[in-house]
């Protein structure tokens, strides 16, 4: 379980706060949206999710323990972290890169051997990227990216996969992929999700539950149904939906109408 209690946050000291008074659980084999537009603190929550930034105020607990207690190898095997983008300081394979994510299983100086190789060829398969392993990252596509990167955290053998506006950039084939590969890692294997995003329909078609974010503040939490709804949407977005039911996706569908006149 990853919780936090009565969170606020600030980069440095006398810097307005970032987000305040956050309290959100995530319990095991939940997809849980992180909902709001730009500049409303949904990275920031993940990086204190993460364990890579600590709480101003309040606490983060992971399965009940402080996560600024536990070091950064007991936090990388149980929390993993799908980033905005990656910036490869070398031209890694496919594969190279997802062993990456091996690293909180190895001891000091410790090399990869075949149980680190099994388990980086096991999260390609399941990310339907096996065949790209000998390819040079920078040569694959922005969706091939994204699910070798995907793969990378699922080496680490997490409890918890963070992922961090998933399908910023990715065309719309990409993005029908990225969130049928979403729900496949929820269901067939247990992956707990929690995504940041501003995208609607990604958090319609994948996500149990959802917390909506403004200006660094929780202004509704609930299931998706109840979220997504024209008044929640104006209160986050400032927008004015149309939410309607789409039985042939088993999701709803929201057509924004124009920005709402305040």
Do not use: W
């Not at 440095?12 to 095991?28: D, W």
């Not at 040569?139 to 918890?160: D, K, N």
Request: with cysteine; hydrophobic share 45%; glycine share 10%.
């Amino acid at each position: 379980m990853l919780q936090a209690a009565d969170v606020s946050f600030r980069y440095r000291p006398g810097a307005p706060l970032v987000l305040e008074g956050i309290s959100l659980e995530v319990r095991p084999g939940e997809v849980v949206g992180l909902l709001g537009p730009n500049g409303s603190g949904k990275t920031s929550l993940l990086r204190l999710l993460s364990g890579v930034r600590t709480p101003t105020a309040g606490v983060v607990r992971l399965d009940g323990q402080v996560m600024s207690d536990l070091s950064r190898r007991a936090v990388a095997r149980k929390v993993a972290v799908v980033p905005q983008g990656v910036d490869l300081a070398f031209d890694y394979t496919a594969l190279d890169l997802v062993l990456m994510g091996r690293h909180p299983h190895l001891g000091l100086f410790t090399v990869e051997g075949p149980a680190d190789y099994a388990h980086a060829r096991a999260a390609l398969a399941a990310t339907g990227t096996s065949a790209l392993e000998d390819r040079l990252f920078r040569t694959l596509s922005g969706g091939e990216q994204q699910r070798v990167i995907i793969a990378a955290a699922l080496a680490q053998q997490p409890q918890v996969l963070l992922l961090d506006e998933p399908t910023t950039a990715l065309d719309l084939g990409a993005q029908l992929h990225l969130a049928a590969l979403l729900l496949r890692l929820n269901k067939e294997h247990g992956v707990t999700l929690v995504i940041s995003t501003h995208d609607l329909h990604l958090a319609a078609s994948v996500c149990h539950r959802l917390v909506l974010l403004r200006q660094g503040r929780i202004i509704g939490s609930g299931p998706v149904r109840e979220m997504l709804t024209p008044g929640h949407l104006r209160a986050v977005f400032d927008v004015d939906a149309t939410v309607l039911p789409n039985d042939a996706a088993g999701a709803l569908t929201i057509i924004p109408t124009g920005r709402h006149a305040s």
